[in-house]
């Protein structure tokens, strides 16, 4: 009998949007250098461009290799409006305003609990508690 492992699914507590900015770029960047397959996924080409443009810019002293993509690729960070895990990373962070529709396809998943406002809580409190109704092992970080 082989018992499915459930993901873990982080959710980043966020206030206002340069901490948003601030930590998302930080958390690209950790995983970057640990050497881990990191995908972003997005909810248009709007998104993906202005996330493109930051992450080359953000953390000023450096900048995280990535790359845009939409169909598979090996980079190891991509930005994508595909629910699909083109790169096979075991790292997702979704920024779409969706649920992922596959969350067992990465090891760990990193979602907002965006606070900036109370309409973009109470989506982010939704995400999080349909995430616990499937099973999955859901934390809040700050």
């Excluded at 959710?11 to 050497?35: A, E, G, M, P, W």
């Excluded at 409006?81 to 990373?89: D, E």
């Excluded at 999080?128 to 970080?141: D, L, M, N, P, T």
């Amino acid at each position: 009998m082989t018992i499915a492992k459930l993901t873990q699914i982080y959710f980043i507590r966020v206030t206002d949007n340069i901490s948003k900015v601030q930590k998302l770029c930080s958390l690209v960047s950790s995983h970057f250098t640990k050497k881990d397959k990191v995908l972003i996924t997005v909810p248009s080409n709007e998104a993906a461009v202005y996330l493109d443009q930051l992450l080359w810019k953000i953390p000023e002293e450096s900048f995280v290799p990535h790359s845009i993509a939409h169909s598979t690729t090996k980079e190891q960070v991509v930005i994508t409006t595909t629910l699909s895990n083109i790169n096979q990373a075991s790292i997702l962070i979704n920024l779409s305003g969706n649920l992922h529709p596959n969350p067992g396809s990465a090891a760990l998943i990193y979602e907002l609990l965006d606070m900036t406002s109370r309409e973009k809580e109470a989506v982010s409190r939704q995400k999080q508690e349909a995430y616990r109704q499937a099973g999955h092992h859901v934390e809040e970080i700050l």
